[in-house]
Nanobody, 122 residues
């Protein structure tokens, strides 16, 4: 089974930038979609952005033009570059892999990273 190991995050002033990283560690054949979600206390987890293995990206309207998701297949890593951060971006951010292919007959579903706190101060 893979593990999604996150890094980055922290405290930044409004208007600043941060980059989150997520490495898929373990042995697997392929992962098509990887993404980032965020969740504030008492709120549902919401999609921030995701990216396919072919590079097709999808963003929440609230982050379009400010956040960029990218992927390094050789490093099994997905990144979230966050620019022009706003106070309302303060959340715990989670890396996600909805489906992992281990072999022709073995798939795994719904993997999550441990979460990274991003705090944007005014």
């Amino acid at each position: 089974q893979i593990q999604l190991v996150q890094s980055g995050g922290g405290l930044v002033q409004a208007g600043g930038s941060l980059t989150l990283s997520c490495v898929a560690s373990g042995t697997f054949a392929s992962i098509d979609v990887m993404g980032w979600y965020r969740q504030a206390p008492l709120n549902e987890r919401e999609l921030v952005a995701d990216i396919t293995s072919g590079g097709i990206t999808n963003y929440a309207d609230s982050v379009k033009g400010r956040f960029t998701i990218s992927r390094d297949a050789a490093k099994n890593t997905v990144y979230l570059q966050m620019n022009s951060l706003k106070v309302e971006d303060t959340n715990v951010y989670y890396c996600n892999a909805p489906q992992v292919v281990y072999s022709d007959s073995m798939h795994g579903f719904d993997y999550w990273g441990e979460g990274t706190l991003v705090t944007v101060s005014s």
